[in-house]
């Protein structure tokens, strides 16, 4: 089961996937049950931001789909660096 505090943050970046193109890709690294990494693209900031989803969480991304990992290529920021972007646009 995932933590609550991941669930709510799964919330709020589905939330940001109506705003922004977004789409999922697969990292075959990671551990099982978090190997959908959702991909935000923010075209104004010319960065796309990502974050690992728990499988329990993927229902709220019911409308976006997996891709290729290799479709998706872009630098992996902090998360530091996430939310300065994101602080960046408020």
């Not at 075959?28 to 959702?38: A, I, K, P, W």
């Amino acid at each position: 089961m995932t933590d609550i505090v991941y669930t709510e943050r799964a919330i709020l970046l589905a939330l940001m996937t109506k705003m922004y193109s977004s789409h999922f890709r697969i990292d075959d690294e990671e551990e099982e049950g978090f190997q959908h990494v959702l991909c935000v693209h923010l075209r104004s900031y010319d960065k796309t931001l990502t974050w690992h989803i728990a499988d329990d969480d993927l229902k709220y991304f019911k409308r976006l789909f997996a891709k290729n990992p290799y479709d998706c290529n872009m630098p992996w920021y902090t998360t530091d660096e996430k939310y300065e972007v994101m602080e960046m646009m408020i």
